[in-house]
Nanobody, 128 residues
Framework: QVRLVESGGGSVQTGGSLRLSCTAY????????MGWVRQAPGKEREAVATMFVAYREGRDTHYADSVKGRFTILQDRAENTVYLQMNRLEPEDTAMYYC??????????????????WGQGTQVTVSS
């Protein structure tokens, strides 16, 4: 059974930083597209960062324009863990953040991914 377990959400002020973690259990971590998707109240779900988890290192990383230059998706293959480092946070980043995974051969540049596995979500709140 595949489980994605997230942690690291919280409340920060504008300009602050947070790092989200997502550890995959029961998932073939050596390949596939993993990503972070957020949803704010009353808004559509938005993929903010995706990474193709390849053999040697993550490649094919993609970011939403709204977070480019501020967020970084990282991985620790030994720990089956993907991170989302979020810097220079803004109130508009307030949302529930979900880790997601798809057993595919690439991460599309469109960032439209048919994620088959989802974590439980972790809340990020940025105050002004």
């Amino acid at each position: 059974q595949v489980r994605l377990v997230e942690s690291g959400g919280g409340s920060v002020q504008t300009g602050g930083s947070l790092r989200l973690s997502c550890t995959a259990y029961g998932y073939e971590y050596t390949s596939g597209c993993m990503g972070w998707v957020r949803q704010a109240p009353g808004k559509e779900r938005e993929a903010v960062a995706t990474m193709f988890v390849a053999y040697r290192e993550g490649r094919d990383t993609h970011y939403a324009d709204s977070v480019k230059g501020r967020f970084t998706i990282l991985q620790d293959r030994a720990e089956n863990t993907v991170y989302l480092q979020m810097n220079r946070l803004e109130p508009e980043d307030t949302a529930m953040y979900y880790c997601a995974a798809a057993p595919s051969n690439f991460c599309p540049t469109s960032m439209v991914v048919d994620f088959g596995y989802w974590g439980q979500g972790t809340q990020v709140t940025v105050s002004s």
